[in-house]
């Protein structure tokens, strides 16, 4: 039931986020560079998250390397190319690429375990990509760019498989700080790098920002390395295509997009098929064992009783 929750919630939060990000970066008034935002955004939230970690006696975790490595995967090269293939990618594709990483993370997955993936649990997952493309339209993926957002799509798929095969029961909140400020250097390299101007964000932008920084970094990541080690992996990553639809009906209710029949038909194959993937499955009972013979019991031979023997009086050869 937990675990229920914060898949929901996470979802919810992240899916309230795409209207937080496109407030950010400027739909309202002067907004952040892409790069800019998603760096600042990261060092604040690592440096929050440090301070709790502190405040709270959480012991550093164990194997740093490993939780750095996750944590630039997931931050410097899935978020970061994804906001540098934004400047060329449509929206709608976007989300149509990154709707597939649970299939990527499946077939991760399989290869990390060397075991193939649950059939029902791919065949669900292809039912929600298939409703995120009613969603968003045919949109054509031979676009400029598109090579940053596949990228970005491997790597929040790598990154979490990663993370959950990690079995060494750290701190979530400890992890999340790290992996976290991981990404917050990186980015602010790009940023850098790519000679990004220092942004001057309106009112707001800066209430978007403060969104994604609080709720959907600091309050929603360490929930969700939390369920990361307690679900399925296919479990987990249907919050790829339930947030789509959480952005899609906020942002309808806040009048920016139109809620018709092929967004209704889209919401319901996708949450349709979220349900199928994370329902607990059956356990076919096994096969009864063999009716055990019952013993028989051998019947009894009568023993005959002993024969005393009784001494014969010894008598002399000469009598």
Known sequence: MREAFVLVAVSAVWGIGYLAGTVALGALDAGFGP????????????????MLAV???APLPRGLPGIAASGALAWVVGTGMLTIGLQWVPAGTTAL???GSPVVALVLDGLWRRAPPPRAAVAWLLVAVAGLVVLVGPAPLAVP???WTLAACLAWAAAQVVESRREDGSDPLAVAAIQIGVGGVGVSALAFASGEPLPAPGTASWLGWAFLVGPSTVLV???WLWL???????????????????ALVASAALGWEALGPREAVASALILGAAWQAARPREVADPAPAPEAVPDVPMPAVPVPAAVPVVAQPTRSPLS
């Open 35 to 50: 790069l800019w935002l998603v760096a600042s955004r990261l060092l604040v939230a690592g440096a929050l998250l440090s």
């Open 55 to 57: 405040a709270r006696g």
């Open 97 to 99: 690429v990154l709707a």
């Open 145 to 147: 760019g598109i090579g």
């Open 221 to 223: 990541l360490p929930a």
């Open 228 to 246: 990361l080690r307690r679900v399925p992996v296919h479990v987990s990553q249907l919050q790829a295509a339930l947030s789509p639809v959480v």
